[in-house]
């Protein structure tokens, strides 16, 4: 007989620390569970989301830096500059921008919808042609 169990007949009776064990047990069961469930449901989604990046890293990276992020080119026309609207990361995002003069893409291909076409790009272009309102942006 081990500590803490008593028989009556055929019958095992659990008394003491036993009776603790079983929702204990149980218990840690149903965190292994959950945790091995969180970890597969983690690894499965991934983490991209299209996004555009702060106003001061777009300009930096346009001007002077690798200039790998996709861009959107929209001309102010009251101070005559061109504005830059850069976009990061696979995904895909609904947008609507008027008054769009082209795109450079960057290290990035995907495809975009304006005027009611669809119009895909390669890594590295770089156009200057009107294309009205920019409705969607897709990032490979």
């Given amino acids: 007989m081990f500590r803490g169990q008593l028989f009556r007949g055929k019958e095992k009776v659990m008394t003491g620390t036993d009776q603790r064990k079983g929702p204990k047990h149980l218990r840690r069961a149903a ?3 959950a945790a091995a469930s969180l970890v597969i449901t ?3 989604t991934p983490a ?3 996004n ?3 106003p001061f890293t777009c300009v930096w990276n346009t001007t002077f830096g690798a200039r790998d992020y996709f861009w959107l080119k929209v001309p102010d026309m ?3 500059t061109v ?3 850069c976009y990061v990361n696979p995904g895909v995002m609904a ?3 008027p008054n769009v003069w082209g795109y450079h893409s960057g290290n990035n291909a995907g495809l975009m919808t304006y005027n009611n076409q669809f119009h895909s790009f390669n890594k590295w272009e770089d156009t200057m042609d009107y294309m009205g309102t920019v409705v969607s942006i897709g990032i490979y």
């Fill in 95 to 97: 947008v609507n921008i």
């Fill in 52 to 54: 555009l990046p702060d």
């Fill in 31 to 33: 965190t292994v569970a």
């Fill in 83 to 85: 504005a830059n609207l």
């Fill in 48 to 50: 991209h989301a299209i």
């Fill in 78 to 80: 009251k101070s005559g």
């Fill in 42 to 44: 983690a690894t499965a």
